[in-house]
Nanobody
Framework: QVQLVESGGGLVQAGGSLRLSCAASGSIFSINAMGWYRQAPSGKQRELVADIRSGGNTNYADSVKGRFTISRDNAKNTVYLQMTSLKPEDTAVYYC?????????????????WGQGTQVTVSS
């Protein structure tokens, strides 16, 4: 069974920094893409923040370009999100995502996997 466990959220003042981590556990052979999504309060739709492919290609939402950096450690099946110059509008629950998982028996898993979410609150 594959699980994603996030850490690193918290409360920070505007202009500050936080680093999120997400580790995928289980008998994993490889993961194609890992990423971060967020869902702001008031029922807003979950949106992509950034993702990264196993080869290192990255994709960022326009709202975080130049401020956030996504990286991953394939050997540890872990993805990171370094967030700098945080703004109050970055306040949200941040969710880790993994897709294209192949487990140790070389069986591809269907669908996406999600972490439980970690709260990031940026005060003005």
């Amino acid at each position: 069974q594959v699980q994603l466990v996030e850490s690193g959220g918290g409360l920070v003042q505007a202009g500050g920094s936080l680093r999120l981590s997400c580790a995928a556990s289980g008998s994993i052979f490889s993961i194609n893409a890992m990423g971060w999504y967020r869902q702001a309060p008031s029922g807003k739709q979950r949106e992509l923040v950034a993702d990264i492919r196993s080869g290192g290609n990255t994709n960022y939402a326009d709202s975080v370009k130049g401020r956030f950096t996504i990286s991953r450690d394939n050997a540890k099946n872990t993805v990171y999100l370094q967030m700098t110059s945080l703004k109050p509008e970055d306040t949200a629950v941040y969710y880790c995502n993994a897709e294209g998982i192949i487990i140790a028996t070389m069986t591809p898993l269907k669908g996406d996997y999600w972490g439980q979410g970690t709260q990031v609150t940026v005060s003005s």
